[in-house]
């Protein structure tokens, strides 16, 4: 057994359990953070997880999991599966306080884990995995706080393995999964607009409509132990990419592919 751990924050969500019951039952180190406690929680635990409660809302919360996870093994990967999509609506029609609030969950508090936890990480290899959302092509109307986040955490990916040389930084879009977090689009109901009858549909499609679970494991695993050069600093799509396959390495001919770029910056451009 490898005796570097492999953390994952918010393990009680559902790419987190699965996540972490993988690695169980490969014989592997597993600690988490939850916010409520489950079965899900009673599972990994019996299975040998190390597990903490942690609100990513309090900061207190957010340093005792940090001393937490300090106090064990050096870590060899650190997944962030942290995701909350409220407010849904427009952003004026927002309370602002919550709007604030998600930014910190689902960004801020985030990057508080990495810079408590980094001076921890193993001296063989370490990679962190952020998740990304939508909103990169397009205006992801009446999720404005959680796309936000989502695009700085792009950024920041890319920021991290610029200034941090010996770690792996990705992060990656799941696709439409069957998980937890479209639970506050079904909540909001109207105030999702078109989304909510879109997430209906889609959950609704007994998993055939969503991308597997299985495969998004797959794609976690394979980003987080894949060479630095080719995954860190890069956002990847789960569903669109050919991380299957040899031809994902073609990317490495170009530092500007899987990053946010200004679009069209050629369109001026006098011959």
């Known amino acids: 057994m490898n005796d570097s751990q492999n953390i994952i924050i918010s393990i009680s969500s559902d790419i987190g359990f699965a996540l972490a019951k993988k690695w169980l039952l490969a014989g592997q180190l597993v600690s988490g953070t939850f916010r409520t406690r489950s079965a899900l929680c009673d599972e990994l635990e019996n299975m ?3 597990l903490i409660h942690c609100n990513l809302e309090q900061q207190n919360s957010i340093n005792e999991a940090i001393d937490f996870f300090n106090s064990l093994h050096s870590w060899k990967t650190l997944t962030l599966a942290t995701g909350n999509q409220e407010p849904v609506g427009k952003f004026l ?4 306080n919550d709007w604030s609030k998600s930014i910190n969950v689902n960004f801020i508090n985030q990057l508080r884990f990495v810079y408590g936890l980094l001076g921890n990480k193993s001296l063989n290899r370490s990679s962190v995995l952020f998740f990304a959302g939508g909103g990169t092509n397009n205006a992801t109307v009446d999720y404005s706080a959680y796309t936000i ?23 990656l879009g799941p696709g439409w999964v069957k998980t937890k977090i479209h639970n506050a689009t079904l909540k909001a109901s109207s105030k999702a607009g078109a989304n909510y009858e879109k997430t ?4 609704e499609s007994n998993n055939s409509a969503c991308y597997p679970m299985d495969k998004v494991i797959d794609c976690c695993d394979w980003l987080l132990s894949s060479p630095r050069e080719l995954v860190s600093g890069r956002n990847f799509s789960a569903v669109h990419d050919p991380w299957e396959s040899t031809k994902i390495e073609l990317i490495l001919e170009d530092s500007n592919i899987f990053k946010l770029r200004r679009f069209g910056n050629d369109f001026f451009t006098i011959e």
Not at 154 to 168: G, N, P
């Open 48 to 50: 040998g997880a190390n």
């Open 93 to 96: 029609d927002s309370n602002f």
């Open 149 to 171: 986040s989502k695009i700085a955490l792009i950024k920041m990916v890319e920021l991290l393995d610029a200034e941090i040389l010996d770690t792996s930084f990705s992060i």
């Open 200 to 203: 209906i549909k889609m959950l």
